[in-house]
């Protein structure tokens, strides 16, 4: 009798769930890469940072080589590359290894070459890329999920591709082993050194390499770190203090998500869930390589605090600015201005993007001066301060909260200001003067949707 | 087919013969030990190293005031001109300290890191050529195979087309030494575009504030033309990011922070016109 509601799920596993893997398939089909795949065009250098997608071989050669040939001629070409090769282990195997030569990785067909990506590597460093990839099950932030993230990132797709090469630049950590082994060295001991991480861990979102360098741990690095034996796994006992790899990477492990509770420290987490119980309990047995449990413990504590306290700020400024846009008061508004990434223009549903779950990250470019207060406040401020914190380097904390503060001041401020420009606005439209709102509707119009690279900006991505 | 290992081969044979006959020279004439001052770097160098001598000439560091000359860089000392002259740490004198744009943006790339990781270990009286060094410092790139005039690698904002094919050629072939030059050339296009791009953000800034200037006074754009002087160094941010590769160059302090100042300079000029438009 009820066999006739049988057709609805029986509708779904036939055809809208094919039909949502065939779109998947579809967008990421593009001359793109990633979700929105055929919005974009690549650059000719994105070869070099996500192969899989963009890498072409060069055709300059014809002809297949020996390993003994292409360093033959490659001393010649790019001797640079030679040398570094040469003191490399793969030049120098030991254990009756063979040498691992240019065409094993690149390939012997000088018309057919490839850039390695780190399933070249696993050929023979199998346990770290199993490791890597299997990083990939705790989610964001991540290595090996780094490019895919670059990838379907709204303002990535918006925006002019030689404007964000730069993304891809340290996105393609999830591409390449070689952002923290160099080429053609590809050093373990290298990749051990706190300066391997820094080219990526740098700059207002993260000051990873600067709260590090400043706190107790960093600073006996910096006085004694140059006559440690870097050739020493990261294990208990080898190092006196503890560097970005031995905690992150602990034993060597290739990957630094399963300890995460804070993530980035763009959302706000739950530090007591039982799933963040089992990593503090991770934390505290790593730090007890050398500190007292209970030490540990209370350090972690403190970093729960300082979460805490930077997102009673945040959410004070996030209220603030919902407060705004419920009466229809940012200026300019999200009709006003360009579309926020990924919107279309002149869309029915646009509106302004306020927090972490209605997309804040890409809210840097095309939003109001306040909304980029906060932008500011939320990915700068807000971060020094965890990073400092994480990191046991103080100055950064209490500079992070001091900048949340007068953010918040500013914020605070402008609001009330824009409450008082939108009011006045409303005075002149109640005395029906309509023809003035709409002229004030075209100034702003005419400074925010104009302009070289706003107009560059939405013609081009 | 010409064969390129060869030709570098050569290259190298006749660098070597004549590194070696300079010295012979230099060696009849060498001064006694002691403080040498600059004037008598010149009277002899002017003739065994005239090249040399000249592309310093026309460096902007011959050009400034204090004149940077040989002993500036040297030192006093003949039996040790060439000891530490290689090294960055000469050149961060006076190019800021550790925190200048212009010394972290090189310090936080992947040269810089191995740098400081690596260059203790390096032979630093090699010369600057041929991949002698693992990692490139200042000297590498800027006076490689000892140009003294370190301007001809650098790309200055605007340049005209000639200036800017003559650095890139000169980029192309000391970025060469160690990387692929499909890599390099792609790397300089791709450069090229991105600072254009940074190039069109500060124009859209600058209409509006020359358009604001005939209507407001100068005391109501002074926040917009403060912003613009933090928008110049963006700019600057990305070119020391695209030339020293820091991608966090590039980006964070370049990029979006440009977005961030166009964004401030829209506001002052909105802020004006609106505060403006009632009273029409």
Redesign the interface.
């Known amino acids: 009798m009820h066999t006739r509601y049988l057709w609805i799920p029986l509708l779904i596993v036939t055809i809208a769930i094919p039909l949502g893997f065939y779109y998947v398939d579809w967008s990421k089909s593009g001359e793109g890469a990633g979700l929105y795949s055929r919005d974009w065009l690549p ?3 994105f ?2 940072w996500n192969p899989d997608d963009f890498y072409e071989s ?1 055709k300059s050669v014809k002809g297949e080589f020996s390993g003994e040939q292409c360093v ?2 490659h ?7 030679v ?2 090769w040469r003191k490399s282990r793969h030049s120098k195997p030991v254990n009756d290894q063979a040498v691992v030569y240019c065409s094993d990785c690149h390939g012997n067909n000088h018309d057919d070459l490839h850039l390695p990506t780190p399933g070249v590597c696993a050929a023979c460093h199998a346990v770290q890329h199993e490791q890597f990839v299997d990083e990939k099950r705790y989610g964001f932030p991540s290595h090996s999920l780094a490019m895919e993230r670059a990838l379907d990132a709204k303002h990535f797709v918006d925006k ?1 591709k ?6 891809l ?2 996105h393609s950590v999830a591409s390449k082993c070689d952002s923290c082994h ?1 080429r053609h ?1 590809f050093s373990a001991a ?1 990749a051990r ?1 706190p ?2 991480c ?3 861990h ?4 993260h000051p990873d ?1 600067e709260t590090y360098f400043h706190s107790k741990h960093g600073q006996l690095y910096l006085q004694e770190g ?1 006559n440690w034996d870097w050739s020493k796994p990261l294990k208990k006992g080898n190092y006196p203090v503890p560097t970005c790899a031995y905690c992150h990477m602990d034993n060597g492990k290739h990957q630094v998500a399963d300890k995460s509770i804070w993530g980035f420290g763009i959302k706000q987490v739950n530090p007591m869930s039982s799933g963040n119980e089992v990593k503090r309990n991770q934390w505290i047995k790593l730090c007890s390589d050398c500190h007292d449990p209970d030490w540990a413990s209370g350090q972690l504590k403190q970093l729960d605090a300082e979460r805490k306290q930077s997102w009673q700020k945040l959410y004070q400024a996030e209220s603030i600015l919902k407060g705004l846009r419920s009466d229809d008061m940012l ?2 508004s999200a009709a006003q201005r360009p579309p926020y990434p990924g919107d279309v223009p002149g869309d029915f549903m646009q509106r302004e993007r306020i927090g972490f779950f209605e997309g804040q990250a890409s809210a ?2 095309n ?3 306040i909304e ?1 207060d906060y932008f ?1 406040m939320w990915y700068f401020n807000n971060l020094k301060s965890y990073k400092g914190a994480a990191h046991g380097d103080v100055s950064f904390v209490n500079e992070g909260q001091v900048a949340m503060d007068s953010s918040l001041e500013k914020i605070t401020q402008n609001a009330e200001r824009l409450r008082q ?1 939108a009011e ?1 606005g409303k005075a ?1 439209q109640d005395t029906s003067r309509k023809g ?1 709102t709409d ?2 509707d075209n ?2 119009q005419e ?2 949707l104009r ?4 107009e ?1 900006n939405r013609d081009h991505n | 087919m010409v064969n390129p290992a060869g030709i570098r081969l050569l290259l190298y044979c006749f660098a070597v013969i004549g590194i070696n006959s300079q010295s012979i020279a230099a060696d009849n004439l060498m001064p006694a030990a002691g403080v040498i001052e600059n004037k008598q770097c010149l009277q002899c160098h002017e003739k065994t190293e005239n090249k040399l001598v000249n592309s310093w000439r026309n460096s902007v560091h011959a050009k400034s005031e204090p004149v940077v000359d040989c002993v500036a860089c040297h030192g006093h000392e003949h039996e040790s001109v060439m000891v530490s002259v290689r090294q960055d740490q000469i050149c961060r004198e006076c190019h800021g300290g550790a925190k200048s744009p212009v010394v972290h943006s090189y310090a936080s790339s992947k040269h810089g890191v191995l740098m400081q990781i690596e260059g203790d270990q390096q032979d630093w009286m090699q010369p600057l050529q041929l991949a002698n060094y693992r990692t490139p410092g200042c000297s590498y790139c800027h006076m490689h195979a000892g140009e003294h005039d370190v301007s001809t690698s650098v790309r200055q904002d605007l340049m005209a087309d000639s200036e800017l094919e003559a650095v890139q050629d000169k980029v192309q072939s000391v970025c060469q030494d160690c990387h692929s030059p499909r890599y390099v050339a792609r790397l300089l296009e791709n450069g090229e575009a991105m600072l254009e791009i940074a190039r069109k953000k500060i124009r859209e800034a600058d209409r509006l504030i020359e358009q604001a200037a005939g209507e407001f006074s100068e005391q109501a754009l002074m926040p917009a033309r403060q912003q613009m002087i933090k928008m110049r160094q963006h700019l600057l941010n990305v070119h020391l990011g695209v030339g020293h590769q820091s991608p966090d160059y590039q980006w964070w302090h370049g990029q979006p922070a440009l977005d961030g100042d166009l964004i401030r300079i829209k506001g002052v000029i909105s802020a004006l016109r609106q505060a403006g438009f009632p009273a029409d």
């Not at chain 1, 740098?202 to 979102?205: C, E, L, N």
């Not at chain 1, 302009?451 to 706003?454: M, P, S």
Request: charged fraction near 20%; hydrophobic fraction near 30%.
């Open positions: 650059q000719a250098i070869a070099y060069v033959d001629c001393q010649g070409v790019t001797p640079g590359i040398n570094d002019p030689a404007e964000v090469t730069a993304c630049q340290c160099s060295r290298e050194r300066e391997a820094i080219t990526c740098s700059g207002p979102p390499d140059k200026s300019p840097f470019y939003v109001s001066p980029r500011e420009l006045a002149i003035k002229k004030g100034i702003l400074i925010w302009g070289e690279y706003t560059y």
